[in-house]
T-cell receptor
């Protein structure tokens, strides 16, 4: 089983739609959770950290469910510019250096 | 401007010809990493460094070397590249704050092709 799993998609949605991605992680000791965005052939960039209480940044809402070990990202009112791959990132305390592990990414395509 | 730079951005080489990909950050970050990204496999960590002269293996270190002689630089060395090292490589850095993670900043990537 992969340590961080995501549905690869692609998710094809019309502009204005609401879309949600889930990510599951295997290590219950993980403490740091992030969503990164990666545009085609570009470097990943931090979209938002995920806090235990859930957090919102404009049209983006991230939630953490520790009991079920999953993280979600909700995008409301999708824009064409939201088209990208979204990477779920989790730390692995059991590994030396408290390594960050990346999910394989979920590809989102927003159509006019 | 805070950034991570990598050079070269694109490289085509032949099997066995030693190469070095440079990485430099100007944010005084302690922690630096190298990743490779392959279709269907996502980002995998090759090596990381928690400070000067401190380096350790990530998930896929075979065939790679690194060094950390200065805080800002973290070069990736392929002593004898092989075609299975054809990939997109990213360098990243972030500040260490106890056991908490801060934002990782990534370089623009190096696309390497080994023939």
């Amino acid at each position: 089983r992969k340590e961080v799993e995501q549905d690869p998609g692609p998710f094809n949605v019309p502009e204005g739609a609401t879309v949600a991605f889930n990510c599951t992680y295997s290590n219950s000791a993980s403490q740091s959770f992030f969503w990164y965005r990666q545009d085609c052939r570009k470097e990943p960039k931090l979209l938002m950290s995920v806090y235990s209480s859930g957090n919102e940044d404009g049209r983006f809402t991230a939630q953490l469910n520790r009991a079920s070990q999953y993280i979600s990202l909700l995008i409301r009112d999708s824009k064409l510019s939201d088209s990208a791959t979204y990477l779920c990132v989790v730390n692995l305390p059991i590994k030396a250096g408290n390594m960050l592990t990346f999910g394989g990414g979920t590809r989102l395509m927003v159509k006019p | 401007e805070a950034q991570v730079t990598q050079n070269p951005r694109y490289l085509i080489t032949v099997t066995g010809k030693k190469l070095t990909v440079t990485c430099s950050q100007n944010m005084n970050h302690e922690y630096m990493s190298w990743y490779r990204q392959d279709p269907g496999l996502g980002l995998r960590q090759i090596y990381y460094s928690m400070n000067v002269e401190v380096t350790d293996k990530g998930d896929v270190p075979e065939g790679y070397k690194v060094s950390r002689k200065e805080k800002r630089n973290f070069p990736l060395i392929l002593e004898s590249p092989s075609p299975n090292q054809t990939s997109l490589y990213f360098c990243a850095s972030h500040r260490l704050a106890g056991t908490s993670y801060n934002e990782q900043f990534f370089g623009p990537g190096t696309r390497l092709t080994v023939l």
